[in-house]
């Protein structure tokens, strides 16, 4: 009887125990506001980072800034400066670091990939808030709000949930200190906004640069759905922003985010699609490693395509066509490896993907595609490499594949 009882007791310990330590593990949180006071005549940002309620559980943040971007740190408690980082170590109760942020910032000798005008300012918010390590308790996660501090008049477009007016809700699950990132325009704005495809979808334009808000978010209502089926759920929250001259004629990814030249069409003459470019880069997240730009932005590239012709945007019979345009394109590329994928090798990358496409299905009797091996490549979220591409691929398709049609 004895024996029985002890028994007993030991499987209620069992269960016990670890629900006992599940229940103790407690997360613990601290408030971080980061926020952002306009100076147009200035073209500059005050910025500000605060900590609040549970600061004392951060013992030090350092920021990789560009010192030619970031200047005149000071704030409460240590700050130490070195090459390329700022360390603050703020006081336990909490305190402010404060510098100034330099809007402007020039792509080329003539173009800008950020610019602050007299009614307006767009930029990239990892780059007023840069990249940051945060030694902190472990296990600690912060709860972020971004504010805005404005002149009167003046909107704010983020890709983030609105709290009230100028500020917002930062949230990234897959980080422990959530900091702004993404596409941000500020100012006499004009604002078009729409659940897509499950996500909460802003087009967003300064006043008087000829953006053609209606005409994107017709385009987006049509192609989103089909970016979603080939590639899994869209963010929650999706910012596309445009401005006229003197920014870049081009398109520029983001995270939940992109930006669109104004004057730049939404389906070029090629059949390919700059905007749906940037949002498969949006939508993968992938960054390239050593040898990998040719993927990424081959698969950015021909997606492009690939959503217009699933969305019946284009016919099949363009869609053939552009592959062939782009095959003569890139049969001038020597090789796919390089450092930096110019527009001739992401032509030839789109032959070889889309042959690559084409023997997955064959290879697995059409239950699974290069959908796949991107799906993989999302949740791995590494650097993307043509090894790393080739294990995708092998994960996808049982064997590689990639070998004999990339030498082609």
């Known amino acids: 009887m004895r024996f029985h009882w002890l028994v007993w007791a030991l499987l209620v310990m069992c269960i016990a125990v670890p629900a006992l330590a599940q229940e103790k593990r407690v997360t613990t949180t601290y ?25 004392s559980a951060v013992r030090w943040i350092q920021l990789s800034i560009d010192p030619e971007r970031h200047l005149d740190f000071n704030g409460d408690g240590e700050i130490e400066e070195s090459e390329g980082h700022i360390r603050w170590t703020p006081p336990r109760g909490g305190g402010e670091l404060h510098y100034t942020f330099r809007i402007d910032h020039l792509r080329n000798q003539a173009a800008y990939d950020a610019r602050c005008a007299e009614q307006w300012a767009l930029f990239r918010g990892g780059d007023l808030f840069p990249p940051a390590r ?32 100028g500020a917002y809700q930062i949230l990234n699950p897959t980080r422990l200190f959530d900091r702004p990132t993404g596409w941000m325009l500020v100012g006499r ?21 000829g953006v ?39 398109g520029l990814s983001g995270p939940r985010s992109a930006f669109l030249h104004a004057e730049r069409p939404l389906i070029t003459t090629d059949a390919t699609s700059p905007l ?5 880069h949006t939508q993968m ?25 699933r969305s019946r945007s284009i016919s099949r ?92």
């Open 31 to 55: 408030d971080v506001v980061f926020e952002a006071a306009l100076i147009p005549t200035e073209r500059v940002v005050r910025a500000t980072i605060r900590l609040g309620r549970g600061a």
């Open 134 to 165: 945060v030694r902190a308790k472990k296990g600690a996660e912060s709860i972020s709000v971004l504010k805005f501090r404005m002149p009167k008049r003046w909107s704010s477009a983020v890709p983030y949930r609105r709290l009230s007016e």
């Open 189 to 209: 704005l004009g604002i078009l906004r729409e659940r897509i495809a499950g996500s909460h979808v802003a087009v967003a334009g300064p006043i008087g640069q």
């Open 212 to 250: 053609r808000r209606q005409d994107m978010l017709a385009f987006l209502r049509w192609t989103l759905p089909a970016l979603r089926d080939a590639t899994g759920p869209l963010p929650d929250r999706l910012l596309i922003v445009s401005a006229g001259d003197p920014m870049w004629r081009g």
């Open 276 to 280: 749906l470019h940037e949002l498969v």
């Open 285 to 309: 997240g992938a960054r390239a490693g050593e040898d990998g730009d040719w993927i990424v932005e081959g698969l950015a590239e021909l997606y492009s395509l690939e959503i217009l012709v």
């Open 317 to 408: 019979r363009r869609f053939r066509g552009s592959l062939s345009r782009l095959a003569d394109r890139g049969s001038a590329a020597p090789r796919l490896r390089t450092a930096h994928a110019d527009p001739v090798i992401t032509a030839r990358a789109v032959g070889v993907l889309h042959r690559l496409d084409e023997a997955i299905r064959d290879a697995t009797e059409h239950e699974a595609s290069l959908d796949d091996v991107v799906t993989e490549l999302m949740r791995t979220r590494g650097p993307v490499t043509t090894e790393s591409f080739r294990e995708a691929i092998r994960i996808v398709a049982g064997r590689d594949l990639l070998g004999a049609i990339a030498e082609r």
